[in-house]
């Protein structure tokens, strides 16, 4: 059974510094990988999405890698804005490429 | 539409009553998931539709939920006989094709709650 595990569940840090959130997962034989973003009493935005072929993606400040062999991935921010402050979602599919299993995301804050 | 709608924003309940949550996809995307999430939570898998077929209901924790999509665009999730355990925020996401653009597109959630 598929479980994610996301690393650590909160994180405080100044503006403008460079940081890493963690995803690990149990079973390596994925699809797929997604970042998403969540804000308080929203949905969720999609950030990154890594296919199981792929070792990494980046959008503006954001970078996420894949390492499946060791059931990694990570999110990259650089030169985090309090903007940033959120809760950070990994989500994998399964390799059938129907169900997603979610971590519990990380709560992210950046003090001005 | 512009992007994925669910109603009601909010759903207060009793327990033991029917309930029916709503998801309108975005125009033209096959897929539709459905997710439950709890305070501090991720979402939690119930169902896929691929189309008008589910895909997966693995998810789903029990008989009293059950989900359909006619028409494979507008989606419903009812819930039989409600108790205080189904109270969380029911999610709604589509996407184009899996496999060719998998991205999913999730609408702001129905919060259930039941008394």
């Known amino acids: 059974k598929q479980e994610v595990t996301q690393i650590p569940a909160a994180l405080s840090v100044p503006e403008g510094e460079n940081l890493v959130l963690n995803c690990s997962f149990t079973?390596?034989?994925?699809?797929?990988l997604q970042w998403f973003r969540q804000d308080p009493g929203k949905g969720l935005t999609s950030l990154l999405l890594i296919q199981s072929s792929q070792r990494e993606q980046t959008s503006g400040r954001l970078n996420a890698s894949l390492d499946k062999s060791s059931g990694r991935s990570t999110l990259y921010i650089a030169a985090s804005q309090p903007g940033d402050s959120a809760t950070y979602l990994c989500?994998?599919?399964?390799?059938?490429?129907?169900?997603?299993?979610f971590g519990s995301g990380t709560r992210l804050s950046i003090r001005p | 539409g512009a992007g994925v709608s669910q109603t009601p924003s909010n759903k207060v309940t009793e327990k033991g009553k029917y309930v029916e949550l709503r998801c309108d996809p975005i125009?033209?995307?096959?897929?539709l998931y459905w997710y439950r999430q709890s305070l501090g939570q991720g979402p939690e898998f119930l169902i896929y539709f691929q189309g008008t077929g589910a895909a997966d209901d693995s998810g789903l924790p029990n008989d009293r939920f059950f989900a359909v999509r006619p028409e494979g665009s507008v989606s419903t999730l009812k819930i039989q006989r409600t108790e205080r355990g189904d109270s969380a925020v029911y999610l709604c996401?589509?996407?184009?094709?899996?496999?060719?653009?998998?991205?999913?597109?999730f609408g702001p959630g129905t919060r259930l709650t039941v008394l």
């Open positions: 989500a994998v599919r399964d390799s059938s490429a129907s169900k997603i299993i």
């Open positions: 079973d390596s034989a994925i699809y797929n």
């Open positions: 125009s033209g995307h096959t897929a």
């Open positions: 996401a589509s996407s184009e094709t899996p496999g060719v653009e998998d991205t999913q597109y």
